[in-house]
């Protein structure tokens, strides 16, 4: 993503939400108008990063947690996420566990640094399901870093349903 592998053909709004440094929980509530609410899944240790997750989890020290929500608008999903932590980055950091992510490691306004470093289109029946809408769904991973130091790695899964806001996924041409 560094070197700026990006599909040609992704609008530009959605370029901005899965490309751009910001909260993309603020980006939810700014577009619909309605706070996000974190729908926690589970919150656990992990004994280490699995094949499925992004490679740069394995930079995290061990012990690891995994923590998986949905995030919804007004009664509708419109995204997905999974973020791995060091515990006690997580204990320090998490500690409201329907909070957003943003809202928690912002706090007293401390300095954070986002480099994402994947985007995909990815398919899963539970992500049509809660979606209501058929795959592929855009997806990036990304990490947060404060003093220069990795502190978490969060993969995110967008809604389709986000066209209301954003336009089309695609520039037509």
Partial sequence: M???HIPQSLSGPWKLLLLGDGSPTRHLH???GHQVEVKLIGMA???SANDQAPKEVKDLKPPLLRRQVWLTCNAQTLA???SWWNQNEAEEHLQKK???IWRSLTKGRSELFREVDGLALVRGDWLETEFERKGPFWSRHY???RNAKELTVIREVFSPNLETWLG???DSD
């Fill in 98 to 100: 329907d909070e957003p």
């Fill in 45 to 47: 240790a992990i004994p």
């Fill in 30 to 32: 700014l577009l619909t």
């Fill in 2 to 4: 560094l070197a700026g």
């Fill in 168 to 170: 089309p996924q695609t």
């Fill in 143 to 145: 990490r947060f870093f």
């Fill in 80 to 82: 997905w996420a999974e």
